[in-house]
């Protein structure tokens, strides 16, 4: 069965390190997005892509990159953590005429 | 931007009442999807609609697209009910989602 994973599902990190967020889809679908869930603000658009080699940024990308080397990965990076990106990740993708597939999170504490 | 608010925000009932959340948006949609969250747990798509109602099992979807408004209802509710749902809608011309802050729901056994 096709699905949408991440990894890891859990990370604590130090201020000013690089982070990389793992989400792998097996749905071939070209859209892909990254979450950020938080209380109070619900789910907030970090980066998203329609496809190789495109990306795009959210209403809360600053501090945040991706790329798309392919169809099935977009990985989330975080140049140099910061508290304030304490948050639950979700990565999620979709076709043109579907719903979004979410994946199952990841929860990342930055001390 | 598209504003989408759902009421009530947090939601209490006793075990096999009938269960009405409510979703309001500010523009124009293609689709409309209700998620379902579980504490702790991952976010799973209940319905995508653009019109009319879907239904699957219990649950019970409608839009109504000239007063910019969806309902989610439950009908017998039951304790593995329990979780947060959010409306999220598309608008025309991409594919990003636009988030309601969600409602939590909380059903006694």
């Known amino acids: 069965d096709a699905e949408i994973t991440q990894s890891p599902r859990h990370k604590i990190t130090e201020t000013g390190r690089q982070v990389t967020l793992a989400c792998h889809q097996t749905?071939?679908?070209?859209?892909m997005f990254w979450y950020r869930q938080d209380l109070g603000h619900g789910l907030r658009l970090i980066h998203y892509s329609y496809g190789v080699q495109d990306t795009n940024k959210g209403e809360v990308s600053d501090g945040y990159s991706v790329s798309r080397s392919n169809t099935e990965d977009l990985p989330l990076t975080l140049e140099s953590a910061a508290s304030s990106q304490t948050s639950v990740y979700f990565c999620?993708?979709?076709?043109?005429?579907?719903?979004?597939?979410f994946g199952p999170g990841t929860r990342l504490t930055v001390l | 931007k598209n504003e989408v608010e759902q009421s009530p925000q947090n939601l209490t009932a006793q075990e096999g009442e009938f269960i009405t959340i409510n979703c309001s948006y500010s523009v124009g949609i293609s689709a409309l999807h209700w998620l379902q969250q579980h504490p702790g747990g991952g976010i799973v798509s209940l319905f995508m609609?653009?019109?009319g109602k879907k239904k699957h099992g219990r649950l019970i979807a409608t839009i109504n697209i000239q007063e910019k408004h969806s309902s989610l209802h439950i009908t017998a509710s039951h304790p593995r009910d329990s979780a947060v749902y959010i409306c999220?809608?598309?608008?025309?011309?991409?594919?990003?989602?636009?988030f309601g802050t969600g409602t939590r729901l909380t059903i006694i056994p």
């Open positions: 609609l653009s019109s």
């Open positions: 749905w071939n679908h070209n859209n």
């Open positions: 999220a809608v598309k608008n025309f011309g991409n594919e990003k989602l636009t």
């Open positions: 999620a993708s979709s076709s043109s005429t579907d719903t979004q597939y």
